[in-house]
């Protein structure tokens, strides 16, 4: 009995000593998992991806053929994570590609077989990715990721949520400046002829909005705004010292028993986005309607009529055959360029 504890007494100080000797091996970048390059072998075994996406390299040891297969994804979406290659022979490298996640709640995840020529030995490579989080100017309103503030000049949003930024005719990428006069966009709504014709969903190619975003569609901003007065689903707000507003406008995306405790700085947080009073740029560079918030949108109704949400507590025209000309230049509020999983 004594001998059992003199042996596991020594072997626990050479254990010790072995640490000592090398107390950073974990760390050290010369240490890999497979010492022996001539064996069939891949590295890293696994790889946590940011929820924005992006690129890394898995390497292959050993001389023998191999294949890949994406197998056990968790994902509905459709080729999420790719690879450059699905085989190849010996040692090498394979790229990873991973788009941008699509869930708030749920890491994507998948793995990667490798398996050799003879189908003897299979190694995998989890891959799995970071969950969306909202950044400091986004909301989600009914599956989709809404700017709280419009659109400035082209490529750029508003420095504040209440500002009405740039105007735009429908399908144009020129800005012109939010005023009672403009007199540089006469000309330019002289000589505007739209080129869509007829009722097109999606019909917005020069997008002003900044990368990644993009103009949001007749339906889905009556999905936040309401297509009558009677089935108005924003809330009307009044600029007031209270709630810290510069302009009246409408809330969207909160409940109407709650809009009475939005202010400008919580509005974010309770879940919703303001829309300011605005009006449109017309004939002779005059802005006019200032009274209604007007909302370009990107569909088109036909030759010359469509892409504009305008209203207020008494009137509505929710997809702009009454007022909607092309020609006019309304202020923007863009939509992320992605779908939500869940």
Request: proline content about 4%.
């Amino acid at each position: 009995m004594r001998t059992i504890k003199y042996f596991l007494t020594a072997l626990a100080l050479l254990t010790i000593a072995s640490c000592e000797e090398y107390p950073n091996y974990i760390e050290d970048s010369d240490f890999i998992i497979e010492q022996n390059s001539s064996l069939f072998a891949v590295y890293p075994i696994a790889q946590a991806v940011p929820a924005d996406g992006g690129s890394y390299k898995i390497k292959v040891n050993g001389g023998e053929s191999w294949t890949i297969s994406l197998t056990e994804s968790n994902s509905s979406a459709k080729d999420w994570c790719t690879v450059d290659k699905t085989s190849g022979s010996g040692a090498g490298e394979v790229t990873v590609t991973v788009t941008q996640s699509t869930s708030f709640v749920k890491n994507r995840s998948l793995i990667l077989e490798f398996t050799n020529a003879d189908k003897t030995k299979t190694m995998k490579h989890k891959v799995v990715q970071a969950t969306l989080s909202l950044g400091e100017d986004e909301v989600m309103i009914n599956g989709l990721i809404w700017s709280t503030k419009n659109v400035a000049a082209p490529g750029t949003f508003t420095n504040d949520i209440d500002e009405v930024g740039y105007c735009y005719q429908f399908n144009r990428k020129q800005g012109f400046p939010f005023a009672n006069s403009v007199p540089e966009f006469a000309p330019v709504y002289s000589s505007y002829t739209p080129s869509e014709s007829g009722w097109i969903d999606n019909a917005w190619t020069n997008d002003p909005c900044p990368e990644g975003w993009r103009v949001p569609t007749g339906a889905e901003v009556n999905g936040i705004m309401g297509e009558s007065v009677a089935g108005l689903k924003a809330s009307w707000v009044s600029k007031s010292e209270k709630n810290g507003f510069a302009r009246n406008g409408f809330v969207a995306g909160i409940d109407k028993a709650a809009v009475s405790s939005v202010t400008k700085g919580n509005i974010k947080s309770m879940g919703g986005i303001f829309l300011p009073q605005s009006g449109w740029l017309t004939e002779g560079g005059v802005l006019d309607r200032a009274w209604l918030v007007t909302l370009r949108t990107a569909t088109s109704l036909n030759d010359n009529m469509g892409g504009m949400w305008l209203g207020n507590t008494g009137y509505v025209d929710c997809w702009g055959w009454g007022d909607g000309q092309k020609k006019r230049a309304a202020m923007v509020r863009c939509v992320k360029k992605i779908t939500i999983e869940d």
